[in-house]
């Protein structure tokens, strides 16, 4: 497989808000056969690292619609985005700014304490299953505008993460990985059992 090649065509199955906040970068020395780090609220590129020698043992479906899943994950990290935990975070840097120039400790200690929980809040919810569950779904709908149906993308989605698995040498999946695949497979109708209602929120 030449990575140039397969870039070029995974940017054209990419949506165009993708294109725009992501990069795709060849890294053959990693372990993993996809990755991306958590994006960071001051770095604006989101690159998503890919090991092509391991890719290629991948379908073009299933190298499709992992593609598909980490650009949603990633495009679905919202770090300013107006909510409660956001807010919070902007008032207690503004406070902790206000209280420093009134020379005030303990005002500052609350305002950056104040912000740091805040901050911690957006984190965890964007590292969620929940965030994972809804990066799933938004690929699959990314998915049926390139030519699959529901069922074929989510079948091609959860048969990615299990070859995935056995590609990097792991036993076993991970929890999440083993609730996506749950959630798939009920979308797929492979099983009648589908995610609780609080994991559903976005469908």
């Given at each position: 497989m030449?990575?140039?090649?397969?870039?070029?065509r995974l940017l054209?199955v990419?949506?165009?808000?993708?294109?725009?906040?992501?990069?795709l970068v060849?890294?053959?020395?990693?372990a993993?056969?996809?990755?991306a780090?958590f994006?960071?609220?001051w770095?604006?590129g989101?690159?998503?690292?890919?090991n092509?020698?391991?890719?290629?043992?991948?379908t073009?479906?299933?190298?499709?619609?992992?593609l598909?899943?980490m650009?949603?994950?990633?495009?679905?990290?919202?770090?300013f985005?107006p909510?409660i935990?956001?807010?919070?975070?902007l008032a207690?840097?503004?406070?902790g700014?206000?209280?420093?120039?009134?020379s005030?400790?303990v005002?500052?200690?609350?305002?950056?304490?104040l912000?740091?929980i805040?901050?911690?809040?957006?984190?965890?919810?964007?590292?969620?299953?929940e965030?994972?569950?809804?990066a799933?779904?938004?690929?699959?709908k990314?998915?049926?505008?390139?030519g699959?149906?529901?069922?074929?993308?989510?079948?091609h989605?959860?048969s990615?993460?299990?070859?995935?698995?056995?590609?990097?040498?792991?036993?076993?999946?991970?929890f999440?990985e083993?609730?996506?695949?749950?959630?798939l497979?009920?979308?797929?109708g492979?099983?009648?059992?589908?995610?609780?209602e609080?994991y559903?929120?976005?469908?």
């Amino acid at each position: 497989m030449e990575p140039n090649v397969e870039i070029r065509r995974l940017l054209d199955v990419m949506p165009a808000s993708g294109r725009m906040t992501t990069k795709l970068v060849s890294k053959p020395e990693q372990a993993k056969v996809i990755d991306a780090s958590f994006p960071q609220p001051w770095n604006q590129g989101r690159p998503i690292y890919i090991n092509f020698d391991l890719w290629r043992r991948l379908t073009k479906p299933q190298r499709d619609l992992l593609l598909l899943q980490m650009v949603s994950w990633l495009t679905g990290v919202k770090w300013f985005k107006p909510d409660i935990y956001q807010g919070v975070v902007l008032a207690g840097l503004l406070g902790g700014f206000l209280e420093a120039a009134q020379s005030d400790v303990v005002g500052v200690g609350v305002a950056g304490g104040l912000s740091a929980i805040a901050a911690l809040r957006i984190w965890r919810t964007n590292k969620s299953q929940e965030s994972e569950l809804n990066a799933d779904a938004a690929a699959i709908k990314i998915a049926q505008r390139r030519g699959y149906s529901e069922v074929e993308a989510a079948q091609h989605l959860l048969s990615a993460i299990e070859v995935v698995a056995k590609i990097e040498g792991r036993s076993s999946l991970n929890f999440t990985e083993l609730i996506r695949c749950q959630n798939l497979r009920a979308i797929a109708g492979l099983s009648p059992v589908g995610m609780p209602e609080s994991y559903n929120k976005e469908k």
